[in-house]
């Protein structure tokens, strides 16, 4: 089957860097989008960022010029650089992804496990 695992979170301080990965491994056919989304406690889950295969990008206003989303397509996977990080940028970030596996030859959408970015002040 499919799988996202998400790697890089961690605690930092306020105007630190993180970067967080997430690579897509198993039957897969073809990924449309993929991005990140987060979720802080108490909230609904918000996208972050996302990029098509093309490379078309797009950002939430409150990461827009801190935030680089990039992917690599011949290894599936997707990269999100957190710069100036902020107190509010604390969150469970999630990868998600558009895949069409072999097995079942239809598009769905999949999502990662979760990993937490914690950003002190």
């Known amino acids: 089957q499919v799988r996202l695992v998400e790697s890089g979170g961690g605690l930092v301080q306020s105007g630190g860097s993180l970067r967080l990965s997430c690579a897509a491994s198993g039957m897969i056919f073809s990924i449309n989008s993929m991005g990140w989304y987060r979720q802080a406690s108490g909230k609904q889950r918000e996208l972050v960022a996302d990029?098509?295969?093309?490379?078309?990008?797009d950002y939430a206003d409150s990461v827009k010029g801190r935030f680089t989303i990039s992917r690599d397509n011949a290894n599936n996977t997707v990269y999100l650089q957190m710069n100036s990080l902020k107190p509010e940028d604390t969150a469970a970030y999630y990868c998600?992804?558009?895949?069409?596996?072999?097995?079942?030859?239809?598009?769905?959408?999949?999502w990662g496990q979760g990993t937490q970015v914690t950003v002190s002040s």
């Open positions: 990029i098509t295969s093309g490379g078309s990008t």
């Open positions: 998600n992804a558009q895949i069409k596996p072999y097995v079942t030859w239809t598009m769905k959408n999949y």
